[in-house]
């Protein structure tokens, strides 16, 4: 089969959707299919291109056999709205003229959480009369009016009605939590066009990995129990909380919490905020890390003994399973999980991975790292029951299952195959 797949982020971007298409790929690859990429030049998230890149009209380069074709687009950072709407359609424009000169694929993908992908994605599918196949990663736009970047009631009437046309239009959606179909189902999406296929962990990379001696006394880890927060730093993870945590710990609980830090890695649209209130509130518990390349993350999991998973409290991110759930598990980590109750929340709990605590409540945050302190047989228990789960959650599974599910909108005569090892 041959696939062309539209998504505004490709590594050496790591995002969740950076990762997702990536991974993914790769499988599809492994299993004799060619996948085409169209994306940008790296600059997630703030607004500045990678190292070695530069914002070109178009260039072609192959990664680990997916041909990724990148195209010139308007360069925000991941903060603010208008700027980053700009941001967006710059991309649909150019990926879809840079899309209407690749060779007739048997299908188009576009993924979210950003609707102008998919816009693109459905253009180029009528161009190249192929099945549009819509991946809904987030319920955008109701996810930014959640975290506040967009108020104007207006707008986001004119993104809900372009949010449902894309879903009508397309031959199938292709929903990463149950959530998600629920949603769709009560807005009048037939059900037999959404299929379920919930996000997963490439075992290949993430797997147990003892702690580095030197990078642990790099960063004054040594013997220290980690929580780890490693991903973006944005608007929907109400990261503040976690500052006022470990405010709490050092005042309340100065001889339970002497060896306990607070550790994140990566970027984000707040991370500079967030570095100047822990600077402000004399957090000596709370460290800051940027972000790394995806070969050598497994280091900085490494480095604890906790993963922390946070989201904003808004009932929109009940719906919501974050990939960092998945990559812990890989990791055999205990999980840490501060969201609205629902779909990820049901994982944890399902599974027996971690802890499940009120978002932004900081005192039961704090009542939670201490637990996972101090009971070393449920830490234990919680660390084995993750590293098993991970099996059930993995990337080949869920390449394989979203390849299957391409399947179910081509002609007959076209052969897909998942050959494994």
């Known amino acids: 089969m041959n696939i062309l797949f539209l998504s505004d982020n490709f590594p050496p971007e790591n995002n969740a959707c950076a990762t997702r298409v990536y991974e993914r790929a790769c499988y599809w690859v492994k299993w004799g299919h060619q996948v085409t990429v169209i994306t940008c030049a790296p600059n997630f998230p703030r607004g500045k291109l990678y190292p070695g890149y530069k914002n070109k009209w178009y260039q072609v380069e192959e990664v680990d056999g997916i041909r990724v074709v990148r195209v010139k687009t308007f360069i925000a950072k991941n903060a603010g709205f208008f700027l980053r709407i700009i941001d967006f359609l710059s991309y649909m424009f150019m990926a879809v003229i840079a899309g209407l000169w690749q060779t007739k694929p048997d299908v188009v993908v576009a993924t979210s959480p950003q609707l102008f992908a998919a816009v693109g994605g ?223 929340s049901k994982i944890i709990a399902k599974e027996q991975v971690g802890v499940w605590v009120k978002p932004e409540d900081p005192k039961a945050l704090v009542a939670a790292v201490l637990q996972l302190q101090e009971d070393q047989q449920l830490h234990k228990h919680y660390a084995e029951c993750s590293l098993q789960a991970a099996s059930r959650y993995s990337r080949e599974t869920q390449a394989e299952q979203m390849l299957l599910a391409l399947q179910s909108v081509l002609d007959k005569n076209v052969s897909v195959s998942v050959v494994k090892d």
Not at 196 to 212: A, C, F, K, L, M
């Open 122 to 344: 459905w253009l180029l599918a009528c161009f190249k009369r192929v099945p549009f196949v819509f991946e809904l990663s987030d319920l955008w736009p109701a996810s930014i009016a959640a975290v506040g970047a967009m108020r104007r009631r207006y707008w986001l009437r004119k993104l809900e009605r372009l949010e449902l046309f894309l879903y009508r239009r397309a031959r199938i959606i292709i929903a990463l939590s149950p959530a998600f179909k629920q949603d769709l189902l009560t807005r009048g999406i037939a059900a037999e066009k959404i299929k379920v296929v919930i996000n997963g962990v490439d075992s290949q990379r993430y797997h147990p990995e003892q702690t580095d001696p030197e990078l642990a006394k790099h960063y004054q880890l040594t013997d220290c129990f980690v929580v780890g927060y490693i991903g973006t730093h944005g608007m929907a993870h109400a990261l503040r909380n976690v500052m006022t945590a470990a405010e709490i710990l050092r005042n309340e609980y100065p001889e339970q919490a002497a060896n306990i830090r607070f550790m994140f890695v990566g970027d984000g649209a707040q991370r500079q905020d967030l570095i100047a209130e822990a600077k402000q509130r004399q957090l000596t518990n709370v460290i800051f890390i940027p972000a790394k390349k995806k070969n050598v993350i497994t280091k900085y999991w490494g480095l604890c003994q906790v993963a922390l998973v946070h989201l904003k409290d808004d009932p929109v991110f009940s719906s919501v399973i974050p990939s960092k759930i998945f990559e812990a598990m890989g990791m055999g980590l205990p999980i840490l999980l501060a969201a609205p109750q629902g779909e990820a």
